[in-house]
């Protein structure tokens, strides 16, 4: 009863910029944690950036400076902003969230259908 819903993905040239959302619906209880992984063909799913939900973020190596998380806790809603956008940016990004539902005690782990990112080079 609780779901994901990712936007924001498509094609864009080196160096271009995409922003990608994230909205969580359903019976939510609280939200923690929200962020972004991405799985590119043949490699494993890694984290891309998190935010708490006071606002701490935390990034993979790769992307800072580049991309920026960011969330609106009355929305529901995580957002990333990708600048400067590279070949090897191109992935399969997920959103993920901790959700405690209404009526739970414990956070359950989330996951977004996925959107597809594709920069050409």
């Known amino acids: 009863q609780v779901q994901l819903v990712e936007s924001g993905g498509g094609l864009v040239q080196a160096g271009g910029s995409l922003r990608l959302s994230c909205s969580a619906s359903?019976?939510?209880?609280?939200?923690?944690?929200m962020g972004w992984y991405r799985q590119a063909p043949g490699k494993q799913r890694e984290l891309v950036a998190e935010?708490?939900?006071?606002?701490?973020?935390n990034y993979a190596e790769s992307v800072k400076g580049r991309f920026t998380i960011s969330r609106d806790n009355a929305k529901n809603t995580v957002y990333l902003q990708m600048n400067t956008l590279k070949s090897e940016d191109t992935a399969v990004f997920y959103c993920?969230?901790?959700?405690?539902?209404?009526?739970?005690?414990?956070?359950?782990?989330?996951w977004g259908q996925g959107t597809q990112v594709t920069v050409s080079s």
């Open positions: 359903g019976r939510i209880g609280s939200i923690n944690v």
């Open positions: 935010i708490t939900s006071g606002g701490s973020s």
């Open positions: 993920n969230a901790e959700i405690r539902p209404i009526g739970f005690s414990r956070t359950n782990n989330y």
